[in-house]
């Protein structure tokens, strides 16, 4: 593997930092995160960074400084919290993020210093297009994406989206079937997972217009408040979803051995990757019921 295709990954002291950080930056842009090992929102950073160092490598310098180990660096750039991420560029500190970044928003802040895909700009519009109801020109777009960028498996996944939005289920799982494994079980892949699942279920149920009128003549009846939660789950509507297992939860936490429970951790666990705040509300929710 010649250099330019290898991802470029240091650990970082004060011994190295010049030639590895402030030398390098001025060839590359360079993120150095400060983190602490022990540090579960540290240890998420770093596995986002680290792939897309392996997806851009030669693009920029990933550097990781465990400030335990380097108590000089951390005085120096008065670290307070952690994760804490700084962009080098031409020798200086341009750009300071403090706490965990979602993957997107990492791809956001590498767009800003030239590190991004052509391919992706094309999901961008694809997606704008199909917000707008232009649907087959979204289309259009993602199969010049994937015909350009083959290797982007995220356009494959925009692609699995469409296909649910438009209620072509079978066509969605067809082509989520063909994607590597670790492309399913990563952040929009087990979302997408979720919803085909979701979807599916909710075909045995009675259809969500019946439930809901159902829900009307019987509040009561936990299977109708669970199958509509599973209907309104497969169309998106998380919130409502949500507010028909937290009322089986409250009113009935042993339905089904727990399916509200369980069913609810499923949901939390869909959304930590796209909505962490909204995931830890509803965990935090959850563990108040359960310990009253």
């Given at each position: 593997m ?13 011994n190295?930092?010049e ?14 995160e400060f ?15 680290s ?6 490598p030669?693009?920029?310098v990933f ?17 307070t919290?952690i ?12 750009q ?35 917000m ?13 994406a994937?015909?350009?960028d ?9 692609m ?12 969605a ?10 492309v ?16 599916r ?10 439930l ?37 939860q ?11 429970r369980?069913?609810?951790g499923?949901i939390c666990?869909m ?11 509803y965990?935090q ?8």
């Open positions: 010649s250099d330019e295709n290898k991802p470029l990954i240091f650990e970082v002291s004060q190295n930092f030639d590895l950080v402030v030398h390098n930056s001025s060839h590359l842009p360079v993120l150095v983190m602490g090992i022990w540090s579960e929102p540290c240890i998420k950073t770093e596995y986002i960074l792939d897309l160092a392996k997806e851009f030669g693009g920029f550097a990781k400084v465990d400030i335990d180990e380097q108590e000089e660096l951390k005085q120096q750039f008065s670290i919290n994760p804490t991420l700084a962009v080098f560029k031409d020798g200086k500190e341009v300071r993020e403090e706490g965990e970044l979602q993957q997107e928003e990492l791809r956001i802040l590498l767009k800003h210093y030239g590190v991004f895909r052509k391919s992706d700009e094309l999901r961008d519009q694809a997606r704008t297009k199909h707008a109801g232009d649907t087959q020109s979204a289309i259009m777009l993602l199969t010049q994937i015909s350009s083959p290797s982007n498996t995220r356009i494959a996944l925009d699995v989206q469409i296909f649910l939005d438009i209620n072509e289920l079978e066509q799982q067809a082509l989520f079937d063909k994607l590597p494994e670790s399913k079980t990563k952040d929009m892949g087990l979302s997408i997972s979720t919803q085909i699942n979701f979807i279920l909710a075909q045995n149920t009675s259809g969500i217009d019946s809901k009128v159902q829900i009307l003549s019987t509040p009561n009846d936990y299977q109708v408040r669970f199958d509509l939660a599973v209907c309104l789950f497969a169309q998106h509507e998380i919130k409502e979803g949500m507010e028909m297992l937290f009322f089986i409250e009113n009935e936490p042993s339905f089904k051995e727990g399916a509200a369980e069913m609810i499923m666990n959304l930590a990757n796209t909505n962490p705040e909204e995931s830890g509300a965990r929710r959850l563990a108040n019921l359960i310990s009253e």
